[in-house]
């Protein structure tokens, strides 16, 4: 057992060979035969499946198996040679010399301009065009495949909808990447359409337009509009008082519409993301408000116009056997307004091709799904097939929003430790004066738990001494609490606690990492609905984690942690962090959450005044290391989120300069007042996450040896001059690495 001198009262007398000098110690008792022997820098074991790992020797292959990365990330991610991430961004058409290491991007993004960095500071998002397009690509193929396997007389069309991620150029890209196969665009409100409209001007004439989501006038004239600008838009009724507005302005525009209904179908998913579906969900008409419609049209004389059916069972649909039931049902539904005369064309499965966050392939979590996209496919043809067949109908036009299955994958968030909670206390060394002091000022009853533990120690009891230190402790709370006992005391009886339950082979206590991000922004669907991301460092990764811990972020509220992972995990291995949150053999450790392209950007918010992360787009090339920043942008500075809350930063800026004219005095050089000033202007010109104090921040010049944090930091690394809402130009850098 370690040196504990301060543990063991003088008055017990030890059995021949145990000797309690000052600096002496007891041997170490056998453990137990459930509990591993204890050790500060290593996981003795790892299990992944059924079978144990042991870690006599460690390995990039290891790390591979310990966060399942090969079961959630193939084939766009594996853990190359040096022990980094590495990004595949073809999936398993990836030549070796294609391949990305994800620390290298992180690095040329997170690095001064003056060393050949973008200067970015983190959190940051990767993302990867290529990634995007292999996925859209292989959604595309295995509908094909499908269609022709099963003799399917139509074709597949999807689009995306643009409520899953609506940045710009994830937009434009979808357009691009899928207009050689008349992929579309989904819109739920109106500045959705107005992004789409304007998107779908550059994509394949035949791409759908579909326009979902509770309308007013605006709205439909806005899709009516898109339908006059030659792009192939279709009006979904989610609400039966739609029709009346369709029908008037369609005339009072002169536009002949293509008009859609959403099904509430009887299949139900039952899962979480499940509470839309079933006849009583959220959206869509029964079977009787589609009657009306259709009793509407033609008494209108537009019953040509009725051209799709759309139903949504709802996302992360977990396995082939409800989705065939749910696109049965609606293929009968089709096949009824075609007998009625409507001129359908399309039928619209929606949303719902889930994602395997965990690896774990099971039908039965909200977090996995039991089937691929070949699987999906060959499911959704083979059951309109089936249907349309029977009923002598000619096959539709297949068209599925799967927006979640397309984006995920090609996002990463890259973010960073920068402090990490103490392994246990260490309590102080004494001599035996003080020792003495120390049980004298103990309670009766405390003085007992501590004879009984030097007792139970001399014996080698460990689960005795665990028991005893711990009643201990609690009673020195209790005297803590009622004034009678120092703080000074209540530590060493802290540290004598954590030095017992590490001496006899007790399970490492759990870490607290915190981290350089706001799960409010980044995260929200872990906070908001307990989402579960894979999350693993993105390096170190030939080396074994030492310990394990939870991440906390930076905000100052109790939720703003993540304490659940993939596998049904409380914790997640990590590798020792020193003192000041950098690695024992220096430099940043950082982590990143993957799968995360869909949602999590439009659904966060400012909590705590923290911004969005950095962005930068990364493409492959042929540069020596393989990969191209196509563009980069800074996150959000301390100015653009106060304006976000309506605030003024230039009117805040004036009243604190002022203030400091008012009330600091000026040094010998005169310069005191414009120093205050500048480093206030920086402040508002800066993001809100902490940065390594390697340089001066935005008040002092003094160095503090680089191991601190400051809530500012050199907005000239990434910018020259100006404001974060420069143009277009200042903020996109192009570069090879």
């Known amino acids: 057992m370690p040196a504990m001198a301060c543990c063991v009262d003088s008055a017990v007398d030890p059995p021949p060979s145990y000797a309690f000098a000052r600096d002496s110690s007891l041997p170490a008792p056998e453990p137990f035969s459930d509990v591993p022997p204890a050790t500060n820098t290593a996981i003795t074991t790892i299990t992944t499946g059924t079978a144990t790992v042991e870690n006599s020797h460690w390995s990039p292959s290891l790390s591979a198996a310990l966060y399942r990365l090969d079961a959630w990330g193939a084939p766009f991610f594996s853990v190359n040679s040096s022990g980094n991430i590495s990004v595949r961004p073809y999936g398993e058409a990836t030549l070796a010399h294609q391949e990305i290491d994800l620390l290298k991007i992180v690095k040329k993004a997170s690095e001064p301009k003056s060393s050949g960095g973008l200067g970015l500071q983190l959190p940051l998002i990767v993302r990867l065009p290529d990634v995007l397009k292999t996925r859209l690509e292989s959604l595309q193929s295995a509908f094909d495949f499908a269609i022709k396997s099963q003799g399917y007389e139509s074709h597949y069309q999807g689009v995306y909808p643009v409520k899953c991620n609506q940045d710009r150029f994830v937009v434009e890209d979808i357009v691009k990447f899928g207009s050689p196969f008349r992929f579309g665009l989904e819109a739920g409100s109106k500045p959705e359409l107005l992004l789409a409209m304007s998107c779908l001007c550059k994509g394949s004439t035949e791409a759908l337009l579909i326009c979902n989501g509770f ?92 051209q799709l059916l759309h139903f949504h069972i709802g996302s992360q649909i977990p396995s082939t056997a409800l989705l065939t039931d749910g696109v049965g049902e609606a293929a009968q539904i089709y096949c009824e307004l075609v007998r009625l005369g409507a001129s359908m064309m399309v039928i619209d499965i929606g949303g719902g091709l889930g994602i395997d966050y965990d690896g774990s392939k099971s039908a039965d979590s909200d977090i996995s799904v039991s089937y691929g996209l070949e699987d999906y496919a060959a499911a959704v043809v083979q059951a309109i097939r089936v249907v349309c067949d029977r009923k002598s109908i000619k096959h539709p036009v297949i068209c599925s929003e799967s927006g979640r299955a397309i984006v995920s994958h090609h996002s990463i968030l890259i973010f960073e430790a920068v402090s990490g909670s103490a392994y246990g206390n260490t309590p102080p060394s004494m001599n035996s004066l003080s020792l003495q ?142 003192g000041n949150g950098s690695l024992c053999g220096g430099g940043s450790y950082y982590l990143g959450m993957f799968l995360g392209g869909a949602y999590e950007e439009a659904l966060g918010g400012v909590h705590n005044l923290f911004g969005g992360p950095s962005v930068v787009r990364v493409s492959q090339s042929d540069g020596p290391h393989s990969f191209a920043v196509t563009r980069a942008v800074p996150g959000p500075s301390c100015g653009d989120v106060l304006r976000v809350m309506q605030h003024e930063p230039e009117l805040m800026f004036e009243t604190l300069k002022h203030r400091a004219e008012e009330f600091v005095h000026e040094d010998d050089n005169g310069t005191a007042h414009s120093s205050i000033a500048g480093g206030l202007a920086r402040s508002f010109q800066n993001m809100p996450y902490l940065v390594v104090a390697s340089s001066s921040c935005c008040f002092t010049s003094s160095d503090n040896g680089g191991t601190g944090y400051y809530y500012c930091s050199s907005y000239d690394d990434y910018i020259a001059g100006g404001n974060s809402s420069t143009g277009d130009d200042e903020q996109w850098t192009y570069c090879c690495a």
């Not at 008082?241 to 179908?265: H, N, T």
């Not at 206590?509 to 906070?527: A, C, E, G």
Request: glycine letters at 8%; one cysteine or more.
């Open 437 to 578: 002091y120390f049980i004298d000022g103990l309670a009766e009853d405390a003085q007992m738990d501590y004879q009984n533990l030097c007792a139970a120690a001399i014996r080698g009891e460990n689960e005795t001494c665990l028991l005893y230190a711990d009643q201990l402790k609690q009673r020195c709370v209790e005297q803590f609490k009622e004034g009678c006992l120092g703080i000074e005391q209540l530590a060493t009886v802290d540290g004598l606690y954590d030095l017992i339950s590490k001496a006899i082979g007790a399970p490492d206590p759990i870490r607290t990492y915190h981290v350089n991000l706001s799960i409010f922004t980044s995260i929200p669907d872990f906070w908001g609905i307990e989402q579960l991301f894979p999350i693993i460092p993105i390096h170190m990764l030939d080396q074994r984690p030492g310990v394990r811990g939870i991440l906390s972020d930076l905000t100052c509220d109790s939720d703003g942690k993540i304490d659940k992972f993939i596998g049904g995990e409380s914790s997640l291995p990590l590798h020792e962090l020193e």
């Open 215 to 306: 309308k007013d006038e605006e709205y439909i004239s806005l899709a009516l509009v898109a339908r006059r600008l030659a792009l192939n838009t279709v009006v979904v009724l989610e609400q039966e008082e739609e029709l009346d507005l369709v029908i008037d302005l369609s005339r009072k525009l002169a536009v002949r519409p293509v008009i859609g209904v959403r099904a509430k179908l009887r299949t139900k998913h039952s899962g979480h993301f499940g509470s839309t579906s079933g006849e009583k969900g959220k959206f869509g008409l029964t079977t009787t408000q589609i009657l009306r419609v259709v009793k509407k049209l033609e008494q209108s004389g537009m019953l040509d116009c009725l």
